[in-house]
């Protein structure tokens, strides 16, 4: 039996309902006409008899009340009942779930035009070269793996390790000189060793600001695409396409100017790419000779920060070089930086 | 149309905007829900219950379903409007309307005359419910002063209509001492 605690021991706000509770038995049907106030107090079981008078009570009270109208109340219904526009009836039981659901579905198409807008403006940013340096490297350089061609940021720097790497950056300001017309306009770094310049079919594709892609070719003869320059027209604003550097064919035999650039030992080596992936700018080709008169293959990177000028090889920028290899014409566009010849 | 209208038609009424229709639906379970709410929030039940009778206009529209359905409803929405009332107060408040500190029954020293005399039966009743466990107050209040069934009372709790049954046998059995000490501290003095 369970001992009974002293009263002045209970809480205050527990009174004494341990002794009660466990003693009474209470059955369905008893319970539930205590609940609608229709057992008589005197029917009811030992110890509820006073519950069963007050639920009597609360019951009476609850059918006898008749609530008065409340016309303000009603009417402040009504107008807030057609203000709903009274769509549909639905079920009771959706009448909870719609506003959840239509919050879900409100949000998710909010954040889909939201993200659709954020990424058509990042893809026009990096379109036109607008994102930050970092962002800008790494967007061109993801995209050039897909054949889409993205502006890279400009080169702040032209020299890696063993790099002159002259990087164009300024197409449209780099002053390009003699070109004949109807030649094709090359970018170039001459190696040393006589090494012919390389020409480039020019123009080379650039955005505006961008910088400009050459191909420096050592060993390779300059190649000319006739009809593709058109003077001494700056590349500008021209289509970011992938320029594939030609196939080297014969060495020039004639050169009509030489870099006045430091020079390099690269006729030896042939790879124009330069040590450093120096950020060149939009598209640029890079090619390998193999030294004086020899050929080698010709690599084309586009739009990546690993474009390297071309001609990294003592191009020491300083000023416009101008060679001719064949029908072709080379120039060497200053980067101003003019690192030294590896 | 009045009360005794067809709880189809008056609701197909009401939801069309017709004013009588919805003043009837309000006095069907106005008085109900006024019970209700003074038992959970006291003197403010009379703001509260404006609040739920304006939400039950505003969603209406959309609701379908007998007249069981509606009072499950409107309970429903009181029921959420006490929890945002109870969120929304000032603890002194709360606490007041806990420990009963103006209008508090105490059912060892207050007789019942008293109380019968101060209270109406179902504040009586609500009173010592406070001295419940939650959940059994809870589904009490709307057992015996809403008046709803058992099955409604589920349906609105949103427990098995066993659990309710249980938990209204334990709050009966419960607020036997507490009617018995003050039906016998009446019977006293008397």
Known sequence: MTPRIPDSDLPRDMPRLHVFGSQLHLDDGTAEQMLEGHLDPGDAPHGLTHVAALLARVGTERESVHPEPNPGLVAAMARTLQGTGAPAPVPASHVKEKPMLGKIISFKIGTAVATAILGAGSAAAAATGSLPTPVQSTVSQLLSHVGISVPAPPASHGGGAGSSTPVSTTATTAPVTTVAPGSGTATSGTSGNGAPPTSVPAPIPVLPGSGTATVGTFGGPPTSHPGKTEGSQPPETQTTEPVQAPEPTEPPETQTTEKPSSGDSGGGSGDSSGGDHGDSGNSTSTSSGSGAGGSGPSTTVSGGDHGDSGGDHGDSGGSPTTGTGGSSTSTSVPTGGGGGGD | ?190
């Not at chain 2, 029954?105 to 039966?121: H, K, L, M, N």
């Open chain 2, 1 to 190: 149309m009045d009360e005794g209208s067809d709880f189809s038609e008056v609701l197909r009424a009401a939801q069309g905007g017709n004013q009588e229709a919805i003043g009837v639906l309000y006095l069907r379970l106005s008085g109900r829900v006024l019970g209700y709410l003074r038992a959970h929030v006291g003197q403010d039940a009379e703001d509260v219950a404006s609040e739920v009778w304006l939400s039950v206009a505003r969603s209406l529209p959309r609701f379908a379903g007998g007249e069981s359905d509606f009072r499950c409803w409107v309970f429903t929405i009181a029921r959420r409007r006490v929890v945002d009332w109870l969120r929304a107060a000032p603890w002194y408040q709360v606490t007041a309307l806990s420990d009963r500190s103006d209008d508090m029954v105490d059912p060892v020293t207050d007789t019942a005359g008293e109380v019968v005399e101060r209270f109406a039966a179902q504040d009586t009743l609500a009173r010592l419910a406070d001295y419940l466990p939650e959940e059994q107050a809870r589904v009490l209040i709307l057992r015996v002063v809403a008046g709803l069934s058992t099955e409604e009372v589920a349906r609105v709790v949103e427990k098995k209509e066993g659990a309710v049954r249980m938990l209204l046998h334990r709050a009966i059995k419960n607020l036997a001492p507490l009617a018995e000490e003050l039906f016998e501290i009446s019977s006293e003095d008397t």
